[in-house]
């Protein structure tokens, strides 16, 4: 080995040894360092960086080193994605992770990370209605120049064209780099990787979903420390605390870009568990095991018939986005999506300590088809999960969904009585029209007024399950629910909407206690449940009587209708 291969050696020996950390008041103008990440392989090389100075408060209660890289491909490539966590190494002592990039820069010029904040992350506060909003990438900005954070490159397998396309406007806004790639056999099913040989400036693969459908967002590690790993230098999806497996990554090559350069890689064996993720780092733990959500879609066509069998990342904002992205490309990948289609999604999800959740809807159209099919099993697994009650942890969701080259639609035309006034004992039957392609077709439903029944106006309200849903549930969506049964109760008594509904109602006031209905109560405890909600609440005068069903099996119901009969004694 010659003396510079060995000075080399040496010093990126040293660098790993080491476990101290400068400060960023002790970081100058002018100093010199090195820098570690994977250019080729699996192999940590060296790259050099000069401190170009320090943005002191640049972010709320953060700093940022400014440096030039140089060494290997860096000249020709710049600041690549995928060397976010990078870690950066002055006199031996880490000073932080290359973490941010000036966009369209002509020299490979990068933001570092202080290590010190990467430490000093603390979780936010636990969120039960998560979503995917996420606050911006940190920026700076001087005239045309911008110092942002480096996009994480998504690697996306076994996806289709059109799904990465679909939903990769979603997923930039969070910062993500959606890119067709091999995620290999990194998740978290697959046999364990070698945890030594994992280094500072090794990349590593976070697994969002793995099996016959894969996601997996790169990154680098920038400090191991026990089993404890810094990685990033940034936020992922600014989630908190997680669970998300994650594998070593071996990069197959470099492809320099006029806009935005990036390591092309692929998973390999799983190595641990992200189990932090904040504004400033990625924490995980090697060897641990994330709890995941196993998924399985089959795809049945005519003779065609397709399964897929996944494992998605288990947190109340990730997982029914994940899903929808898998639904939707499962059916892209396997059925005709334009013109007159209907796809029939029948769902079951089941909860560890919970019955299980059953709905099987329809949905058929000539526009964004698929699309509707896709979110329909996301829906109910986002209400259940961001509920936050631990009874309603996920076992697993199973979506079985069969095409139709045909639409399978039908809009409630009109309804019809036999009369308009009726005594109590009397029975008020409805004839209800549907109409759908060339074909015309009634279906009667019947409702028996009852002995004793008051005088006055009652009103059928025939609607299809979108409606009907919203009606009878918008205020459980306004408000949090209390317990695990009122979560239950909800997804059980949600409608199908291949029927419609006949919903029984008098103009009488109608409220709500604890996630129940309490229609038209006494006057004494009208009073007080007026009280209790607010001075300014104005109750519901909707009170429901009761609901019929009108199956129609095979269609899709749209439309709503009113009519109405006097009841005299």
């Not at 101290?20 to 192999?43: D, H, I, L, Q, W």
């Not at 560890?352 to 697994?381: C, D, K, R, T």
């Amino acid at each position: 080995m010659g003396l510079p291969l060995l000075l080399m050696g040496l010093l990126t020996f040293a660098a790993f040894a080491q476990t101290s950390y400068m400060p960023t008041r002790e970081v100058k103008a002018g100093m010199r360092g090195k820098g570690f990440t994977v250019f080729s392989g699996n192999k940590v090389e060296a790259f050099d960086a000069e401190i170009l100075g320090v943005l002191e408060n640049a972010g709320p209660r953060q700093s940022i080193i400014l440096a030039r890289l140089s060494g290997g491909p860096l000249r020709h490539t710049g600041v690549m994605q995928g060397m976010s966590g990078s870690p950066v190494y002055v006199n031996e002592r880490l000073i932080g992770a290359v973490a941010l990039a000036f966009t369209l820069s002509k020299d490979p010029i990068a933001g570092i990370r202080p290590f010190e904040e990467m430490l000093e992350a603390q979780a936010r506060p636990p969120n039960l209605r998560a979503s995917l909003e996420t606050p911006p990438a940190q920026q700076f900005t001087w005239g045309d120049a911008k110092l942002t954070d480096i996009a994480t490159p998504l690697s996306f397998s076994g996806f289709t064209a059109a799904s990465i396309e679909h939903f990769s406007p979603q997923l930039r806004a969070l910062g993500l780099e959606p890119r067709q790639g091999m995620t290999g056999g990194g998740g978290s099913t697959h046999p364990p990787g070698d945890p030594a040989s994992l280094k500072p400036g090794s990349m590593i693969s976070v697994q969002l979903i793995s099996g016959d459908l894969s996601v997996a967002a790169d990154g680098t590690v920038t400090h191991i420390e026990g089993k404890r790993i810094y990685a990033f230098g940034h936020r992922f999806v600014s989630l908190g605390d997680v669970e998300m497996p994650f594998a070593g990554a071996e990069v197959l090559t470099l492809l320099p870009n006029l806009a935005t350069s990036f390591k092309i890689s692929t998973a390999r064996g799983w190595l641990g568990s992200i189990t932090q993720d904040h504004s400033t780092a990625l924490r995980g733990e090697l060897g641990r095991k994330a709890h995941t959500v196993p998924l399985s879609i089959e795809i049945k066509g005519g003779a065609r018939l397709s399964n897929y069998r996944m494992e998605l990342v288990r947190n109340p904002a990730l997982t029914p986005f994940l899903l929808q992205m898998s639904a939707f490309s499962a059916i892209d990948a396997t059925e005709r999506t334009l013109g007159g289609v209907a796809f029939k999604v029948r769902q079951r999800i089941e909860f560890e300590n919970a019955p299980p959740v059953h709905a099987a809807n329809i949905y058929s159209g000539e526009f964004n088809i698929p699309q509707l099919a896709a979110q329909s099993g996301a829906i109910p697994l986002s209400y259940a999960m961001q509920s936050g009650f631990p009874e309603l942890a996920i076992k697993g969701v199973q979506l079985d969904i069969e095409s139709f080259p045909t639409r399978k639609q039908v809009m409630i035309e009109e309804v019809t009585l036999g009369r308009r006034t009726v005594r109590p004992g009397d029975t008020v039957t409805l004839q209800i029209a549907f109409a759908t392609e060339g074909r015309r077709f009634t279906r009667n439903a019947a409702y028996r007024v009852p002995e004793g029944a008051p005088s006055g106006t009652l009103n059928f309200t025939i609607s299809d399950a979108l409606i009907s849903n919203f009606m009878e549930f918008r205020q459980y969506v306004m408000t949090p629910p209390r317990t695990p049964a009122q979560v239950l109760r909800l997804l059980h008594a949600l409608r199908d909407n291949t029927s419609a509904y006949v919903r029984v109602w008098r103009p009488l006031p109608s409220y709500q206690s604890q996630g129940e209905d309490l229609p038209d109560p006494p006057p004494s405890a009208a009073n007080l449940l007026g009280r209790s909600q607010g001075a300014s609440y104005i109750p519901n005068y909707n009170s429901k009587v009761t609901e019929i069903a009108v199956p129609l099996r095979d269609y899709m119901v749209s439309g709503t209708r009113n009519v109405s009969v006097e009841v005299k004694e």
